[in-house]
C-alpha cells in the first residue's frame, strides 16, 4: 500500500548505515524550526524522521500560506525563532535587503552537485556573490481544466475569461501570479507589465471567478467535482490529480506560464546555522527527493536534484510533472521591488472585492 | 398554539445545529480525500491520525494554554467580582463598564490592537503577549459570572460571619467561597473554552512554532488538508457532546 | 504614606488602612483591563496616523487618506461587513426566538436542560471545527450537494460555497445558541401570571406579545445583539474560508494587511473603523430600543444579571 514510502524508508535506512558506525547524533536534542507551507513535504514523516535519524534533532514548524505571509512572519519576530525558510527566490533579494537572510554555505553541503545546473543559474539566488537559497524543487502554475467539460484541452489563458466559463473560474489568491498572469494574457512582459491594463483584465476576470483558491484543497474540491472547470494551478499538485485518475488536465498555454522554484533559505540569527545546513542537505538529498517524489499522495513538485529527478518512476514523472519541454516555455517569476509588492498586494485585494 | 409544534421546533433547529457535526463525522470514514461520493467506509484517517504527532503535540498546547490562562482568569475575576460586590459601590459601575467594553472588542480588532502595542513596547509576539491577551480575553466572563452569583447572594452571611468574630479573610474563605464556588467553576469552564476557542488572538499573538490546535486546524485548511484533521474534529466535537451528556447525566443520578 | 485618622473624611476613608486589600482585590483585572485593553485600542489612533513601516515613523496619517480616496472599496466593504452581521443577527432572531420560547414554556424543565446543554457544547469547542464542518458539508460534491442532487433540487456540481450565503449561514450558525440562551434567560423572567393576567383582561396574543412579551425580552435581545452582531460584523475567518470570490468582508482585509501587506498604519485606521461603526450601531439599537419601549430597558438589578448589553 505505501510502498513508495517503504521504498524511501529503506533507503534513507541504508543511507543511515553507510554513516560511520557509532557516530555519536551530531545536533541530539537540539530543535530545528522552519517556516514553510502546511503538508509541503517538508513535514512528512519521512522529512522529520529521516532528519531525526542522522541528525538527533527534532523539526518543529511554523505555516504560512503565501510568500508574503512567509516574509511578514519573519518581519514581526520570526528572526532569531526560526532557521530555515522556503521562499520563492522572488522574494530573496529583497530579504537579503531586509536583513532577514544569512548566506548558504556550499561546502557544507555534501548534496549540492546534484542539484540540476541550470536551477542554480538563476540570479535571484545569490546577492554579491553569495548564495542565499539553494534550489529544492520547481514546477509551473499551468492552466488546468476538467477534461469533461473541455473534452479538447484548451491552449490559451483566453478561456479562463472566456464568458462561457462565467462562475467556473478559480484563480490563485497570490498577487504576483495574478499580475503575470494577466500580463501574459495581454501579450505584455509578465515582469514590468502596464498596471492599469493589468487592473482592468483582472476585474474582468473576477466576473468569472468562482472562488481566489488559497489552498490546493479548495481547488482539487472544486475542479473533480466540476464545480470550477478551469483555473490556474501548480503543476504538482495538478499531477497528482490526474495520476489519480481524475477527469482533470494541464497543459501549459501558448502565452507561456509562471515558472517557480521553492528555494530553501537560511534566517539571520538562526538558532543553529549548522543545523540549518544539515537541514537543507538532507532535503536536497537524493533520498528524501526521490522518496517524496514516489509517495502518490504528496502532490510533490519536480526535484531540483537531478539524480533524483533521473531516477523517478514513469509514474512519479507524469504525477510530478517533471518534464524539461515545459521549462522552456515558462517565465521564471523574478523579485519584485517593496513598492511592487505592495502595489500588487493592494491591486490584488481591491479586484477580488469586487467593489 | 399546540405545544407539539413548539416542540418540533425545538428538535428541528437541534437537528440543524447538528447537520455539519453530523456530515464531518461521517465523512471522517469516508475513503475519498476530497470529501466526495460514492461513500467508502474506512477507518484510515484515524489511523493517520494516530501516527500525527504535530495534531497531538498543539491540542496539548492548547490545553495547557487554556487551563493556565482559566486559573487566572478564575482568581483575577473572582477577586474583581468580590470587590465589585463588597466594596466597589461606585467603583463597582465603572469596573463592569470596563469588563463589558473588553467583552465587546471583536476579537480580531483586540488582537491586533495587543500585537501592535506589542511590537511598540519591543515585546512583539511570544507566550507572555498570547497569555497576557487570553486572560484580558476571558477574565471578563469569570468575574460577571461570579459576580451575578455574588449579587444574588447578599452581603448577608459573610457579615453574619463578620459579626461572630471572623476576620475578612476567613470570613470570605469559610462563608462567602463554598457558596459561591459552583460559579468560580463556571468561571474558570468558561474562560477554557473562550481560550482554547479563541483563533484570532492565537493567530497574531502566539510565539512562531507555537502551533495550537485552531492554528493548526486553519494552516490545514488554509493549505489543503489531509482528512485526518476530519478524524480530529469529530473525536473533539463527538467528546465534548458525550462528556456534557455524561455530565447531565451523572447531575441527574446524583439530583436523584 | 499617611495614615493620619484625623484628615478629612475623604482622605481618612480612602487611605485607611482597610482599604489596602480592598485595592489589592481589584488591582489585577483593573490592571489588566487597562494595560491589554484600553491602552491597545486607544494607540490604534495613534498608530493609524503613522508613516510605517510597522509602528514607527512620522505622523502623516497617508493611510487614512487612501482609504478616503477608495470609498467604494473600504465603505463598500464596511457595508457587506455589517450587512453580513445584521443578516446573521436577524436571523439569528427568528430562528432562535420561537426555540428560547418553546424551550421555556413548552419543554420539560429536564429535557430543557439536556437541549440547551446540547445546542450549546459543540459551539464551546473551537470556532475552527464548526467553520471546518460546514465546509466539509457544503462544499461540492459533499453530503449537503449530494443529497440535493439526488433530490433533483441542483445540480451534483453546485455549491454555495465560496459565496456570500455561505458567510451568512455560517456566521448565523456560529452564534446561534447564544443568541438562543440570551433569549431563554429574558423569557424565562417573564411571570406567567402577569400573562394569565393579560389574556383575563381580554388582551389577544399579538397584544400580549406586543406589550408584554417582547418588552420583557428586550434586554435579553440587547445582549443577544451585541454577542451576534459585534463579533459577526468583526469576523474574518468565515469569509476567509468560506467566503470565495464575493465574500471578502473588512475583517478579512485587516488581518491581510497585517498577515501580508505588512501595512500595520492602515490595519490600525481599519481597526478603528470598524469598532467606532460597530459601537455607534450598537449605540443606536439601544437609543430605538428604548424609545420603542421606554422603561423596558431599565430594570432594577440589571448589572451584572446577564443584562450585560442592557
Not at chain 1, 540540476?116 to 546577492?127: G, H, K, Q, R, W
Amino acid at each position: 500500500m505505501k510502498a513508495p514510502i517503504a521504498l524511501a524508508g529503506l533507503v534513507a535506512g541504508a543511507a543511515l548505515l553507510a554513516a560511520p558506525a557509532g557516530a555519536d547524533l551530531p545536533f541530539e536534542g537540539q530543535t530545528l524550526t522552519v517556516l514553510n507551507w502546511n503538508g509541503y513535504g517538508s513535514d512528512t514523516e519521512l522529512a522529520l524522521r529521516g532528519f531525526e535519524e542522522r541528525t538527533g534533532a527534532t523539526v518543529r514548524h511554523v505555516y504560512h500560506s503565501g510568500g508574503e505571509e512567509l516574509r511578514q512572519i519573519l518581519r514581526s519576530g520570526g528572526i532569531g525563532q526560526i532557521d530555515v525558510a522556503l521562499p520563492n527566490p522572488t522574494y530573496i533579494l529583497q530579504m537579503v535587503e531586509e536583513g532577514m537572510l544569512q548566506p548558504v554555505d556550499p561546502d557544507l553541503l555534501d548534496n549540492m552537485s546534484k542539484i540540476a545546473p541550470n536551477f542554480l543559474e538563476v540570479d535571484d539566488l545569490y546577492s554579491d556573490g553569495a548564495l542565499y537559497g539553494v534550489p529544492w524543487v520547481w514546477g509551473s502554475t499551468g492552466l488546468t481544466y476538467n477534461t469533461e467539460a473541455f473534452p479538447e484541452p484548451p491552449t490559451s489563458w483566453l478561456v479562463l475569461w472566456d464568458e462561457a466559463n462565467r462562475g467556473r473560474v478559480a484563480f490563485m489568491d497570490s498577487p504576483i501570479e495574478a499580475v503575470m498572469l494577466a500580463a501574459l494574457h495581454l501579450g505584455q512582459d509578465p515582469h514590468d507589465p502596464d498596471l492599469d491594463a493589468v487592473r482592468s483584465a483582472l476585474e474582468e476576470l473576477h466576473e468569472n471567478v468562482q472562488t481566489y483558491w488559497g489552498s490546493s484543497d479548495d481547488f482539487n474540491r472544486a475542479i473533480i467535482t466540476g464545480a470550477v472547470t478551469v483555473g490556474n494551478y501548480w503543476s504538482g499538485n495538478a499531477g497528482s490529480l490526474i495520476a489519480e485518475g481524475h477527469p482533470v488536465g494541464y497543459v501549459i498555454p501558448d502565452e507561456g506560464a509562471a515558472g517557480w522554484l521553492s528555494t530553501w533559505v537560511i534566517v539571520r540569527d538562526a538558532p543553529s546555522s549548522d543545523l540549518a545546513h544539515a537541514w537543507i542537505d538532507w532535503m536536497i538529498s537524493t533520498e528524501f527527493q526521490l522518496g517524496w517524489a514516489e509517495d502518490p499522495e504528496a502532490g510533490a513538485p519536480a526535484p531540483a536534484n537531478a539524480e533524483a529527478a533521473a531516477l523517478l518512476s514513469d509514474a512519479a514523472r507524469g504525477r510530478v510533472q517533471a518534464y524539461g519541454e515545459h521549462a522552456e516555455r515558462l517565465s521564471i517569476m523574478q523579485s519584485l521591488t517593496p513598492e511592487q509588492q505592495q502595489v500588487y498586494t493592494d491591486l490584488l485585494a481591491e479586484v477580488k472585492s469586487g467593489l | 398554539m399546540s405545544g407539539v409544534l413548539w416542540r418540533g421546533w425545538v428538535w428541528l433547529v437541534l437537528a440543524l445545529v447538528y447537520l455539519p457535526i453530523l456530515a464531518l463525522i461521517a465523512m471522517s470514514f469516508n475513503a475519498s480525500r476530497y470529501g466526495t461520493f460514492p461513500f467508502e467506509f474506512t477507518l484510515r484517517w484515524y489511523e493517520a491520525l494516530a501516527e500525527n504527532r504535530r495534531l497531538w503535540e498543539a491540542t496539548l498546547r492548547s490545553l495547557w494554554l487554556s487551563l493556565a490562562v482559566a486559573a487566572a482568569a478564575g482568581a483575577i475575576g473572582t477577586m474583581a467580582a468580590v470587590w465589585m460586590s463588597r466594596f466597589g459601590r461606585g467603583g463597582a459601575r465603572a469596573m463592569q463598564g470596563l469588563l463589558v467594553t473588553a467583552i465587546t472588542v471583536p476579537w480580531l480588532i483586540l488582537a491586533i490592537a495587543i500585537l501592535l502595542a506589542a511590537l511598540w513596547v519591543g515585546v512583539g509576539r511570544g507566550l507572555v503577549t498570547l497569555f497576557l491577551g487570553s486572560l484580558v480575553v476571558a477574565m471578563p466572563y469569570a468575574a460577571l459570572v461570579v459576580a451575578t452569583r455574588l449579587q444574588g447572594l447578599g452581603p448577608d452571611a459573610g457579615l453574619a460571619a463578620r459579626s461572630l468574630g471572623a476576620g475578612p479573610v476567613r470570613a470570605f474563605l469559610l462563608v462567602t467561597l463554598p457558596l459561591i464556588a459552583r460559579a468560580v467553576m463556571s468561571g474558570v469552564m468558561l474562560a477554557f473554552v473562550i481560550t482554547f476557542n479563541n483563533f484570532p488572538l492565537h493567530f497574531f499573538l502566539a510565539p512562531f512554532g507555537f502551533n495550537t490546535l485552531p492554528m493548526e486546524i486553519y494552516s490545514y485548511v488554509i493549505s489543503g488538508y489531509v482528512p485526518d484533521i476530519n478524524a480530529l474534529s469529530a473525536i473533539i466535537l463527538g467528546g465534548a457532546v458525550m462528556l456534557g451528556l455524561a455530565v447531565m447525566g451523572w447531575r441527574r443520578l446524583r439530583g436523584g | 504614606m499617611i495614615r493620619s485618622r484625623t484628615g478629612g473624611p475623604g482622605v481618612a476613608r480612602a487611605l485607611r488602612p482597610a482599604e489596602w486589600p480592598r485595592l489589592a482585590l481589584m488591582a489585577p483585572a483593573t490592571a489588566l483591563l487597562i494595560a491589554m485593553v484600553a491602552v491597545p485600542v486607544a494607540m490604534l489612533a495613534w498608530f493609524s496616523l503613522l508613516s510605517g513601516p510597522g509602528v514607527s515613523g512620522a505622523v502623516t496619517g497617508r493611510e487614512w487618506a487612501v482609504m478616503l480616496d477608495r470609498p467604494q472599496l473600504y465603505g463598500g466593504l464596511l457595508l457587506r461587513s455589517l450587512a453580513l452581521g445584521l443578516g446573521a443577527t436577524a436571523l439569528c432572531i427568528l430562528i432562535a426566538w420561537p426555540t428560547a420560547w418553546a424551550l421555556s414554556r413548552h419543554v420539560a424543565p429536564r429535557t430543557r436542560s439536556a437541549i440547551l446543554a446540547l445546542l450549546i457544547i459543540p459551539h464551546l469547542t473551537s470556532a475552527l471545527l464548526l467553520i471546518y464542518a460546514m465546509y466539509v458539508l457544503i462544499a461540492p460534491g459533499g453530503p449537503m450537494m449530494t443529497a440535493l442532487a439526488a433530490l433533483g433540487l441542483a445540480e451534483s456540481r453546485d455549491t454555495i460555497l465560496f459565496t456570500r450565503w455561505a458567510v451568512l449561514l455560517m456566521l448565523t450558525y456560529m452564534y446561534l445558541p447564544f443568541m438562543v440562551m440570551a433569549l431563554f434567560a429574558a423569557i424565562e423572567r417573564i411571570e406567567p401570571t402577569v400573562l394569565d393576567a393579560a389574556r383575563s383582561l381580554g388582551a389577544s396574543g399579538w397584544a400580549r406579545f406586543r406589550h408584554i412579551v417582547l418588552p420583557m425580552t428586550l434586554p435579553g435581545l440587547m445582549t443577544g445583539l451585541v454577542i451576534v452582531f459585534t463579533p459577526a460584523a468583526g469576523s474574518f475567518l468565515e469569509a476567509r474560508i468560506l467566503g470565495g470570490a464575493n465574500g471578502m468582508m473588512f475583517g478579512t482585509l485587516i488581518a491581510e494587511q497585517i498577515s501580508r501587506a505588512n501595512n500595520q498604519p492602515r490595519a490600525a485606521a481599519m481597526a478603528i473603523t470598524l469598532l467606532a461603526v460597530i459601537l455607534l450601531l450598537l449605540g443606536v439599537f439601544r437609543l430605538l430600543a428604548m424609545r420603542a419601549f421606554p422603561g423596558a430597558m431599565r430594570r432594577p438589578g440589571a448589572h451584572g444579571s446577564g443584562g450585560w448589553g442592557g
